[in-house]
């Protein structure tokens, strides 16, 4: 092996080895050319940069601050724009200069015009403001012009200075340096798309490795400064991100932690075994699970922090479903399910009805003519939108009460979710024991349904209708939901594969639509592997069972991720979301079992419903 390739694959390895960004905050963050901004000083300092730049120079006995000569005529002096206030700041907050009482503050000052001159008034100036200098949580960094390095341990001790990188500095002018900085230009000729070529990384990488050595931060200038660019900074472990767009990444770094998330230990998905994959003959049971606001993006977030696996990655007959309602071009989840629970389109907030208010057949009530029983299962509210578009008909999707009577006349064999939302306040005898759910919907729903608190109160062997209203169903898996789903979806399995004539079961990951309406990746990643695991759980059964059709989709999708970074070895996975609400992005069906190539191509949400009754041989 040759030396260059020797550098390019080292710099790879070390890549992905530090794949995940370390934490980083508005502290690591570097105000370029600052008093260029409409607000110098104030805009960066209240993002919380921890690094401020003002260029200076010399005039007369003004220290003016200006990017060039032509902008002397401003007057804008140092102590106006930055000293003054960044006192009034160390008083306002008792002798620190942020609230934050372990944050500090680095001013970057860049001379322009004679170094020894301008320094020498730079240190009379700032003797006029001993609790600036006398501040241990304030450093006053000299950049630009610099006296020879020899020089720089005779100046005051508040003085620092901010190294050139490629160069080298003797041990009494390195206890100087408070930071080591250099034009990213000498290094890479990156433009900040796609990744840094591995020879420019390596290069990069040593410098950096070099300075944290010598334990002193490190900055480049002239680098790209958008997203992507700050990402593969991050990876770096570049000390201060070089902006001049402040705004832009004090949002991007606030973020991180609801933009990043890395799994703990992965889970091994099932392997199907294909036999009855695609065979051309009915199916006795459908199972399908709606992965409320999940669309490829959230799937790959959840493949991606579970180390490049999930089992709905093994499911080989795939197409894409078109998820506009009636009456808009982004659906929301009630015309979104309505789609597959009764083959038409009908408009937003709109439950089990078409676009008039008329209810329409829905499929428990087809196939209940087959005596297929139905469950449905949800980590979310029994009575929102997704569930109850397979049992409900009301035109306002919010109105849980008249959601909830209307399940007294559908027939649903097993319903199981929280009721976090639309149960509250009225504590209910059932068999003795008190459960949380109201008064109102004992007295609607019994005798027809049994309603118990927790999964181990359903026991099978019996006719029974079960509602199972469970607290720890409604909570996320950031909050400690832990194996719900995939016992409440093997308990309706295990009380509907008794029914010969065969079932349906929709079963919805609800909140990987929270994670997504929240922006907060961590949320998203963590219910899209908790939902997989319970396709594992389906995919499983449909091996053993061999008569069983497994779908997997989505009613539409929310956020509009974007996913900008991973690292399948670690686990992490970065992006960025466009909105807080659903957008109108086609999501995937993938199928598994006899019939699935049924659900191969582009198509209507409404041609679910109509292949799911193919799939049945009606």
């Not at 694959?9 to 050319?33: D, E, G, I, K, R």
């Not at 909570?475 to 979806?489: E, T, V």
């Amino acid at each position: 092996m040759n030396s260059g390739s020797l550098i390019v694959l080292l710099a790879l390895m070390t890549f992905s080895l530090q794949a995940q960004p370390v934490a980083y905050t508005c502290s690591n963050a570097h105000s370029h050319n600052d008093y260029e901004q409409k607000v110098p000083f104030r805009l960066a300092y209240n993002e919380g940069f921890g690094s401020i730049e003002a260029d200076i120079f010399l005039r007369q006995d003004s220290l003016v601050v200006a990017h060039s000569e032509k902008e002397l005529a401003l007057q804008r002096t140092l102590e106006t724009y930055y000293l003054d206030p960044l006192l009034a700041c160390v008083r306002q907050h008792g002798g620190r200069p942020f609230q934050n009482a372990t944050a500090g503050l680095q001013v970057l000052i860049d001379i322009k015009t004679d170094s020894i001159r301008t320094l020498a008034r730079l240190i009379e100036v700032l003797r006029k403001y001993p609790e600036l200098t006398g501040n241990p949580a304030i450093k006053f960094v000299i950049t630009g012009n610099r006296p020879a390095s020899f020089l720089w341990p005779s100046y005051p001790s508040w003085i620092w200075f901010d190294g050139v990188l490629s160069e080298q500095y003797g041990k009494e002018a390195l206890d100087k340096v408070v930071m080591l900085s250099d034009d990213f230009k000498s290094y890479s000729e990156w433009n900040g798309k796609g990744i840094i070529p591995a020879k420019e990384w390596a290069r990069l990488q040593e410098a950096v490795k070099k300075a944290h050595q010598e334990k002193k931060t490190v900055r480049f200038w002239d680098a790209p400064d958008f997203i992507n660019a700050w990402y593969q900074f991050m990876h770096l472990q570049v000390d201060y991100i070089n902006t001049d767009h402040i705004a832009a990444l004090s949002d991007f770094l606030r973020r991180l932690p609801k933009t990043s998330y890395t799994g703990g230990g992965a889970y091994q998905p099932y392997q199907p075994t294909y036999k009855t994959d695609g065979v051309d003959k009915p199916v006795k049971n459908v199972i399908l699970l709606i992965g409320d606001g999940t669309g490829l993006a959230q799937l790959y977030a959840g493949y991606t922090a579970n180390k490049a696996a999930l089992n709905i990655f093994t499911m080989r007959n795939i197409g894409l479903s078109k998820t506009s309602s009636y009456d808009s071009y982004v659906t929301d989840s009630a015309p979104g399910s309505t789609a597959f629970s009764s083959g038409e389109k009908t408009n937003n907030r709109f439950v089990g009805v078409d676009h008039t208010g008329k209810a329409l057949p829905l499929l428990p009530v087809i196939l209940e003519k087959r005596k297929i029983r139905t469950g449905l299962v949800t980590c979310g509210d029994i009575a929102d939108a997704t569930p109850a578009d397979f049992y409900a008909h009301q035109s306002e999707r919010g109105n849980a009460t008249a959601v909830l009577r209307d399940l007294k006349n559908a027939p649903i064999s097993v319903l199981m979710g929280s009721g976090d939302e639309s149960l509250n306040n009225v504590a209910i005898l059932n068999e003795g024991k008190k459960a949380a759910v109201t008064d109102s919907l004992l007295r609607v729903l019994q005798p027809e349904y049994t309603i118990v608190p927790a999964i181990d109160s359903v026991r099978a062997g019996t006719d029974k209708k079960w509602i199972v209203v469970e607290a720890r169903a409604g909570k996320s898996m950031l909050d400690g939901r832990g194996d719900w789903l995939q016992k409440a979806f093997n308990k309706t399995l295990d009380l509907l594969s008794r029914n010969k004539p065969g079932f349906f079961i929709m079963t919805e990951g609800a909140q990987v639509d929270y994670g997504g309406h929240a922006n907060d990746l961590p949320y998203v990643a963590m219910e899209v592997m908790d939902f997989d695991k319970t396709v594992g759980e389906a995919l499983r059964f449909a091996d053993r069972d061999g008569g069983t059709l497994v779908i997997v989709t989505a009613d539409h999708e929310t956020g509009g991720l974007t996913l900008m970074d991973g690292d399948y070895r670690r686990g992490y996975v970065g992006g960025q979301f466009s909105t807080n609400d659903h957008t109108a992005i086609p999501v995937p069906v993938f199928a598994y079992g006899p019939r699935s190539g049924l659900f191969r191509g582009v198509y209507e949400n409404t041609a679910v419903f109509t292949r799911i009754l193919q799939a049945f041989g009606l």
